[in-house]
């Protein structure tokens, strides 16, 4: 791979489908924003964040739509000729059209992306703590069952880990009581959130073939991780899904 070219995570979610995550790295902007940030709402320079759009929807080999995330349960349908800058506000997007790539962004939360290739049906979602327990997951599997899909197959991205995502006692408590797979503790033994597994949980009791790229935004320096920057500026990566 060649410098300039923005350095992605590889899933395979079947024939005709292209699916991946971005790293940090391959991208134009400077400083926390180092290289490829693709958040437009985070304080980097708005030029700078378009190039670095346009370069991961060069690697897409198509054109790949964002949204306004809202840490909420709305679902998005993405159609033939949308713009490659936003969809409206909305934490899932949807596509069954061809060469049509959606796009949620994250720097902690859990990135899913979803696709039954045969139904021609692809979906990313931002499985962010308050989502995922609203059900931002399931709306999300509903709009492709109403789309037509039968045989979906899922890949759970980079994330906060239940090793490092240290949270108060009764915010795990409340979580956990509704996904019990998020309950976890740090290395430390304090009290903490496995988002990654409750997303597979879900996805699982829906009879998704789950792929989980098991990797901690937090300790893993090749990502953008916000509880990591601790208040400093820092960037946005990317799960990109997509029909060819």
Known sequence: MRAHEPQVIEVDLGPGVRAFFTAAAGGVSEGGYASLNLGLSVGDATDRVLENRARVAARAGMRVSYATQVHGTDVALVGEGSAGLDCGEADALVTTAARQAVAVLVADCVPVLLADPTAGVAAAVHA???????????????AMDAAGARELRGAVGPAACGRCYEVPEQLRADVAAVHPAAWSETSAGTPALDLPAAARAVLERAGVSVHHVDRCTIEDAALFSY?????????RTAGVVGLR
């Not at 962010?128 to 509903?142: F, K, Q, S």
């Not at 509880?227 to 960037?235: D, I, L, N, V």
């Open 128 to 142: 962010g703590r308050r989502g995922l327990t609203a059900g931002v997951l399931e709306r999300a599997l509903d």
């Open 227 to 235: 509880r990591r920057a601790a208040g400093t500026p820092t960037g």
